[in-house]
């Protein structure tokens, strides 16, 4: 190969991949159009260090630099290893040694993310941010929030599309966020927002601005490992979080009592898909407001959330013309229940009656608030309590004759559950 054409194939990589819409690699079917390019002509591109080759290892489309391809050594390896019918499918980059040379940096102000790839950032590097950069769109009635697990999105609603007070560079989705943790995280319990550059490229100068400020040291985090497996690798092999243990468990206890009982003890587990309560997931900030939000939310999963109609059939609903509480009912219920260690059953009580407790002292109207990490160790304990009573009761329900053709999930029976 020619100097003069090793350039001009250089060059044309170059334009195709910073001019197309998301920084795409070129196909090399497109340069063969015009180009005799032999595995040799690809070992001497790759050797300038200004080109490298993408055959959709590592993730299976290749026209998008999703991860990193590895070094000259690691990329010439590669093409030495590859059948001469899987370069068909081979896709081109410019290296980030090379972008770094030919990118007018200017032609990006206010974009920070899209310059990151223009530089040559993989389209999935996890990037790091305070979770405050969520609450700007949480607590914005014109974004519909959701966050499910390891995952969420933002995006703007439909009628906040359509309203014509909304400026357009409010308009935006954010396909993909989810969550991290600091490494040192047991000592000092703080909290992340993961998102990768390619979602981020996509928002407003002033938003990519907004997340931009928000933005954490990487050194210093670690994702949420289901995150990072479903996100990058598209499985789906991990352990499910507590939260969504919960609604299983309220699930199971619902099909259990209604075998046992005719009725269900919870008047909602959210079976039918209906939106989960807001709220009901990982402090965004670590502030009292936030923690007293959260056990509201909690409380009324539980104690709110039991049928009282449930014991009508074993026992009275009031004493003395005063109706009793569904804790009180409850309690009661699970006195039928003969065993000789108690223990448990009270231990379940009583994180009932401390959820309630805890959920009381955010009704007095205090209005003081603080900003402290000490919220998510909190709610992190309060959550695991909760969840571990809410599994006894399943537990009680299991060993009743009427419930036993209820099958239980396997994960959940191994209880194959992220504590976080």
């Known amino acids: 190969m020619r100097k003069d054409q090793q350039l001009t194939i250089i060059q044309a990589v170059s334009d195709y991949y910073l001019n197309s819409r998301d920084f795409n690699g070129m196909p090399l079917s497109a340069l063969r159009e015009k180009y005799t390019l032999t595995k040799r002509d690809l070992k001497l591109l790759i050797e300038t260090g200004d080109i490298e080759i993408h055959f959709g290892f590592g993730h299976p489309n290749p026209h998008v630099r999703a991860m990193s391809l590895g070094d000259k050594d690691i990329q010439l390896k590669t093409l030495a290893y590859v059948k001469a019918e899987q370069s ?5 980059y410019p290296t980030v040694k090379y972008l770094n040379a ?14 990151m790839l223009a530089l040559g950032m993989p389209q999935l590097e996890i990037l790091y941010f305070d979770p405050q950069v969520l609450k700007t769109y ?16 933002v995006c703007i609603t439909t009628e906040g599309d359509e309203d014509e007070d909304v400026p357009e560079s409010d308009k935006i989705l954010i ?7 600091s490494k040192d995280y047991e000592t000092d319990s703080k909290t992340c927002v993961t998102a990768f550059p390619f979602y981020l490229h996509k928002l407003s100068s002033e938003h990519q601005m907004l997340w931009k400020h928000r933005q954490l040291n990487s050194s210093k985090y670690v994702p949420d490992h289901g995150f990072v ?22 699930r199971i206890i619902n099909e259990m009592t209604t075998a046992v009982e005719g009725l269900p003890l919870f008047k909602r587990d959210y079976a039918d898909g209906s939106k989960i309560p807001r709220n009901f997931h990982r ?4 502030t009292k407001r936030e923690y007293q939000e959260f056990v509201e939310v909690l409380d009324k999963l539980i104690s709110d959330n039991i049928n009282r109609e449930f014991f009508k059939r074993r026992l009275p609903l009031s004493f003395e ?27 379940t009580l009583k994180t009932i009656r401390k959820v309630r407790s805890e959920r009381s002292k955010s009704s007095h109207h205090d209005l003081e608030d603080e900003f402290n990490y000490k919220y998510n160790k909190k709610q992190r304990d309060i959550m695991l309590d909760a969840y571990v009573a809410i599994r006894f009761v399943r537990l009680v329900f299991t060993n009743v004759p009427e419930a036993k053709t209820v099958k239980v999930p396997e994960w959940l029976f191994r209880g194959e559950i992220s504590p976080d």
């Open 88 to 92: 068909y499918y081979a896709v081109l």
């Open 321 to 347: 013309d005063e109706d009793k509480g569904t804790i009180a009912l409850f309690a009661e219920y699970l006195e039928l229940f003969k065993t000789k260690d108690r223990s448990p059953i009270e231990q």
């Open 102 to 115: 030919v990118v007018d940096v200017n032609n990006y102000k206010n974009q920070p993310y899209s310059l």
């Open 229 to 250: 497996q479903s996100q990058l690798y598209g499985s789906f092999d991990f352990n499910a979080t507590v939260y969504e243990a919960f609604f299983a468990e309220l």
């Open 175 to 181: 396909d993909t966020f989810g969550t991290g943790f």
């Open 283 to 286: 402090l965004l900030l670590p």
């Open 138 to 153: 949480r607590d914005d009635p014109r974004y519909t929030y959701s966050y499910h697990g390891v995952a969420g999105q």
